[in-house]
């Protein structure tokens, strides 16, 4: 079993297998992973067995595959929403973004699985009444409306500017450095507020707008 809760003085702290991807994974999302290696297919087959998530880390160094590579001291919490073997040795999996941690120590286990000691992040200040939102949370609905709510977990919350934020820094096209630091940022209205700034000057939320 690889979730593991430990108690110090310092407050609860768990222990997951994480999964370092050149990608960010925010709480709400749905994140499609081709897996083979076999420390991810022993991980992904006890994350089933036991309902318990593993960790989504972007990679600050190494590479997906090979050697363990360093993942950012933040990142997401996942479950495993659809999985199906259509190839032999190839498993697809649909991942669900959780709830965000930050790490707090790291070990390298035999196969070279990375298994982080983290903390979850508690609830962010700012999310209610954000400036930006209303304008932000209709352009959101333009978009989804043409590439499907299915793509996102759970039912949509336009009026929450944490979900806007999230989605929007999900599908707008921005480095994967922009995005581990919109996941960082623990105050909704500071991470709206960019993503804001963002949609105007590449004029995206119409002419009232400037």
């Known amino acids: 079993m690889l979730l593991i809760n430990l108690f110090s003085a310092a407050g609860r702290r768990e222990s997951v297998p994480l999964f370092p991807l050149q990608a960010v994974l925010f709480p ?44 950012e001291a933040v990142g997401c919490l996942a479950r495993i929403a659809e999985c199906d073997m259509e ?4 498993l697809k999996v649909r991942a669900e973004g959780l709830e965000r941690f930050r790490i707090v120590d790291t070990r390298v286990g035999p196969q070279g699985l990375v298994i982080g000691a983290i903390e979850r992040m508690g609830a962010e200040t700012g999310a209610a009444d954000a400036p930006g939102l209303a304008e932000c ?40 450095s922009v995005r581990q630091k919109m ?9 709206l507020a960019v993503l804001h700034q963002f949609l105007r000057k590449q004029k995206l939320l119409g002419s009232d707008s400037n």
């Open 28 to 71: 709400g999302s749905l994140l499609p992973l081709r897996i083979f290696e076999a420390r991810y297919m022993d991980m992904a087959r006890d994350c089933l067995k036991t309902g318990n998530p593993f960790g989504v880390c972007l990679i600050r160094e190494g590479e997906e595959v090979g050697a363990p590579a360093v993942p």
């Open 183 to 191: 996941l960082e940022l623990t105050d909704a209205s500071v991470r």
């Open 87 to 90: 190839e032999l040795g190839i």
């Open 137 to 176: 949370a209709e352009f959101l609905r333009k978009v989804i409306a043409g590439i499907g709510a299915e793509r996102f977990a759970g039912e949509p919350a336009y009026d929450d500017a944490t979900w806007v934020a999230f989605r929007l820094a999900e599908i707008l096209p921005l480095r994967n």
